[in-house]
């Protein structure tokens, strides 16, 4: 796994962004366990209201309603060295050239090296569906897709840890 190299790290805490409208339960979970065991600020944000634990580091921002309001807004506050949470292809394509790290619910980290062709596949799938062809969504979140997110996430805020 291609991790950002975190030895220019400037010092600036890292923040968790959660591109929440779609995110699963069950990753929130994991990601509220992880921020309250590193304490690291977590946002989830989201265009309808969200049930987050009682937390000093885990915070809820709503936005208006509106196609990519809420991607608008993490990519707006986004710092380097962020981690933000999402599924969303030209969302991980805005965060990654602002030198955040993106990774999705099912642990694929998104990188300067494959962000350009998951755009591609993308783009290519989205004019399938728009010509007629039924593509299908992607098939449920698995409990292998839980482990290499939950794996992928303690990877990296062990090594932003070890910065500090």
Same mark, same amino acid.
């Given at each position: 796994?291609?991790?950002?190299?975190?030895?220019?790290?400037?010092?600036?805490?890292?923040?968790?962004?959660?591109?929440?409208?779609?995110?699963?339960?069950?990753?929130?979970?994991? $990601?509220?366990?992880?921020?309250?065991?590193?304490?690291?600020?977590?946002?989830?944000?989201?265009?309808?209201?969200?049930?987050?634990?009682?937390?000093?580091?885990?915070?809820?921002?709503?936005?208006?309603?509106?196609?990519?309001?809420?991607?608008?807004?993490?990519?707006? !506050?986004?710092?380097?060295?962020?981690?933000?949470?999402?599924?969303?292809?030209?969302?991980?394509?805005?965060?990654?050239?602002?030198?955040?790290?993106?990774?999705?619910?099912?642990?694929?980290?998104?990188?300067?090296?494959?962000?350009?062709?998951?755009?591609?596949? !993308?783009?290519?799938?989205?004019?399938?569906?728009?010509?007629?062809?039924?593509?299908?969504?992607?098939?449920? $979140?698995?409990?292998?897709?839980?482990?290499?997110?939950?794996?992928?996430?303690?990877?990296?805020?062990?090594?932003?840890?070890? !910065?500090?």
């Amino acid at each position: 796994m291609a991790l950002p190299n975190f030895t220019t790290f400037t010092g600036k805490y890292m923040n968790i962004w959660v591109d929440a409208d779609a995110c699963p339960v069950v990753i929130k979970e994991i $990601l509220f366990k992880a921020a309250e065991r590193t304490k690291i600020k977590t946002t989830l944000v989201a265009n309808h209201p969200i049930r987050i634990p009682p937390s000093r580091v885990i915070h809820f921002m709503q936005v208006s309603s509106g196609f990519d309001i809420a991607d608008d807004e993490i990519v707006k !506050r986004v710092q380097a060295n962020d981690l933000v949470i999402t599924a969303d292809i030209p969302l991980a394509d805005e965060v990654i050239t602002k030198s955040a790290i993106a990774l999705s619910p099912r642990g694929e980290l998104f990188t300067k090296e494959n962000i350009k062709s998951r755009l591609n596949v !993308r783009d290519f799938m989205d004019t399938m569906r728009a010509s007629g062809v039924q593509t299908g969504g992607p098939p449920p $979140l698995n409990q292998n897709d839980r482990q290499t997110f939950a794996n992928h996430l303690d990877t990296i805020l062990t090594r932003y840890n070890q !910065r500090q």
